[in-house]
């Protein structure tokens, strides 16, 4: 394929992140190897935020252990925390130059031995919120052309995009999962209030306040007491007739 063509298959592959079944980590992998190719560099590799703030290695193109290492070390320092932090591209960064290290001389050090000479780090963000970092690595000596620094943000972008996407349906499915869930639970409540009430010849309301007051001293979930009363597992002898 062109490159274009290849550029083309990654933004197609982002579209199926519509689907529920979407595999995020396989296709972030497929993202990093593709982007591997279209940007002629030797590795590239997805970095999140987690929910305390760190970066961590969500995918790479390459599962080297001194790539790994690499990744980990950004944790504290590297061109993805200061990329991430200003939310600005760092570019054609010379691991040997001690000038353009210097925010992060440990990590340098540590991609010199494994071989490297440049890296680049790209914000993945979507209007303010920047979630994370696509960091690039070449173990030859050149820079990113304008277009190909355009080519690599637009990758990160997709990458992005197919993340917040991800979450989105995650959270939607949570949300219906919560809903049915409250739905199942209404019913099993009419249901051992309708028992109670019947049991008792009083009212639902009289029924569902005895069941309440129940709950509340006993320190029971309403719709778990239901359940027990429905299931046959609490004598209603027990609970206070109003």
């Known amino acids: 394929m062109t490159r274009e063509e290849r550029l083309l298959a990654a933004v197609i592959d982002a579209v199926d992140t519509l689907v ?3 595999d995020l980590i396989d296709f972030l992998h497929t993202l990093c190897d593709r982007s591997a190719e279209l940007l002629d560099v030797s590795a590239v590799g997805v970095m999140l935020e987690d929910p305390g703030g760190a970066l961590q290695l969500i995918a790479a193109s390459d599962e080297h252990t001194r790539l790994l290492e690499l990744f980990a070390l950004q944790h504290e320092q590297g061109p993805c925390v200061e990329c991430r932090k200003s939310g600005r591209a760092r570019l054609n960064i010379d691991l040997l130059s001690p000038v353009q290290t210097a925010p992060f001389p440990v990590f340098a050090g ?3 031995d494994a071989g490297f000479r440049v890296t680049h780090a790209l914000p993945m963000r979507l209007r303010d919120a920047v979630i994370g970092a696509m960091n690039l690595f070449d173990t030859r000596t050149q820079d990113l052309s304008a277009a190909d620094a355009r080519v690599a943000q637009s990758l990160a972008d997709v990458a992005t995009i197919a993340i917040l996407q991800h979450r989105t349906i995650a959270h939607a499915n949570q ?7 409250a739905l199942t639970s209404r019913i099993v409540i009419e249901q051992a209030k309708g028992i109670l009430a019947e049991r008792w010849g ?5 029924a569902f306040d005895a069941l309440r007051r129940y709950a509340r001293s006993h320190q029971l979930g309403l719709s778990l007491l239901c359940r027990r009363l429905i299931d046959g597992q609490l004598d209603t002898e027990v609970i206070q007739h109003p």
């Open 20 to 22: 529920d079944d979407f």
């Open 202 to 206: 009083v009212g639902v309301d009289e």
């Open 110 to 112: 540590r991609a010199r």
């Open 175 to 181: 949300q219906r999962a919560q809903m049915h869930a």
